[in-house]
């Protein structure tokens, strides 16, 4: 629980909240019946339960059981999934009804042959 006290500080409006578990006090600048007040005294405790983050970031090499980055990333495949990609392999494959006479007819040749 909270409590809340407005107080008037160099003619100015302050809300002094203490929190009645740990005695941690914090302030509003604005009135105790104010939005920005009644928030604050409802949300908990700040000093009760401090925010718990979750350490997030940490290296993916800390998983490996490494303490530090060892710089060692896999190679990033091209996706070959390219239209010219796919046709340059189904003519090598011969894979396609029309081929023609290229640098690749020799190695078609026994692909052909074994349908
Ligand atoms: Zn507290």
Request: aromatic share 8%; with cysteine.
């Amino acid at each position: 629980m909270k409590k809340a006290n407005q107080i008037k500080e160099n003619n100015r409006v302050r809300t002094i909240i203490t929190c009645s578990d740990c005695g941690a006090t914090t302030f509003t600048n604005t009135g105790i019946d104010t939005k920005t007040t009644q928030q604050a005294i409802q949300r908990s405790c700040g000093t009760c339960n401090p925010p718990q983050n979750p350490l997030i970031n940490q290296g993916w090499w800390l998983e490996l059981g490494l303490d530090k980055n060892p710089y060692v990333y896999g190679p990033m495949q091209r996706l070959r999934t390219g239209r010219q990609y796919r046709m340059e392999e189904a003519r090598r494959m011969g894979w396609m009804s029309w081929t023609w006479n290229d640098e690749y007819s020799s190695e078609r040749k026994g692909l052909i042959q074994n349908k």
